[in-house]
């Protein structure tokens, strides 16, 4: 963990043009996930775009929110909340890596009229119980019907919630997990939005599982052993996953001295028997390394272990 104050860039957004402060507010609000929007205006014509300020904000009812902002250069509001607000229903499609440059290309300011669905090369397919159509390449698409634009105010840059309530659903059939209960993150293959230019996909090596504390009670920070806690070597996310045990699930002394007997660390203790702060070292590293990669109990095992100034003895 930090041993010393980071140094911080400060900033009052209102002594910023919206210009000079855009960059640093979606510069670090990352990664947002991408809501691909096809709306139609009164006459039945069809407009698609991307907005990152979007998530998912409840589950019953399933409401979905999504905010085009004015833009920061003329104060001009897009097409998007325009359509909506003459006919009160979007399509809000998922993007997939293999969509993000046709996704990209949507995001053209076209005159009013012009279908981004032909721009971007992509395929209409027909809603089942809203009128605007869904990108048929999307993984995922959420069919919805507009409950409450909010506007946050009409200056330069000034956002409008588009408050959404889900009434169809359509996920691809290979991106679901093999019983069918939800998405497989590795096959969605999603991409999120960053500042400037700059997108990520959350697939591959990038993706990593940390267990929810709401399943149990983890004992806290406060309750990690001296000198775990105050390690400048373990950091604070590493703290944090031993923190998040309960406590009728730490290591007796007997279990840690059972650890002995694992191969690595009986290599270690043999190796640096008469090395105790070598060994020390070694078995941090060692219960860092079970951490990584999710062993928690074998973790904590090898770290106390670590602490014990006797561990090559025996």
Partial sequence: MASTPPVFHSLTPADLTPAQWHPFMVGAVAPRPVAFASTVDADGRVNLSPYSFFNAFSANPPILVFSPAN???DNSQKHTLQNVR???????????????????LASTEY????NE??????????????????VA????????????IIELGQNHGA????????????????????????????KLDAVARLGGDWYCRAS??????????????GIGMDQLPDFLRQSDVLTGNELGRLANIERNALPTPEQVDEIKTEPLVAYLINKYRDDAPALEKQLLQLGRQFLAEGRLVEAWKTLLLSGNKNAGKG
């Fill in 71 to 73: 833009r920061v250069r």
């Fill in 86 to 104: 003459e006919v009160p229903e979007v399509v809000i499609n998922i993007c997939d890596f293999a969509l993000v440059e046709q996704m990209s």
């Fill in 111 to 114: 005159e009013k009229g012009v």
């Fill in 117 to 134: 669905f032909t721009k971007a090369g992509l395929t209409e397919l027909a809603s089942e119980q809203v009128r605007p159509p869904r």
């Fill in 137 to 148: 390449e999307a993984p995922a698409a959420f069919e919805c019907v507009v409950e409450q």
């Fill in 159 to 186: 956002g409008n919630l588009i408050i959404c309530r889900v009434v169809r659903a359509h996920f691809r059939q290979d991106i679901l997990l093999p019983d069918a209960t939800g998405i497989d993150p590795f």
């Fill in 204 to 217: 591959g090596a990038s993706l990593f599982e940390v267990p929810k504390p709401n399943r149990h009670i």
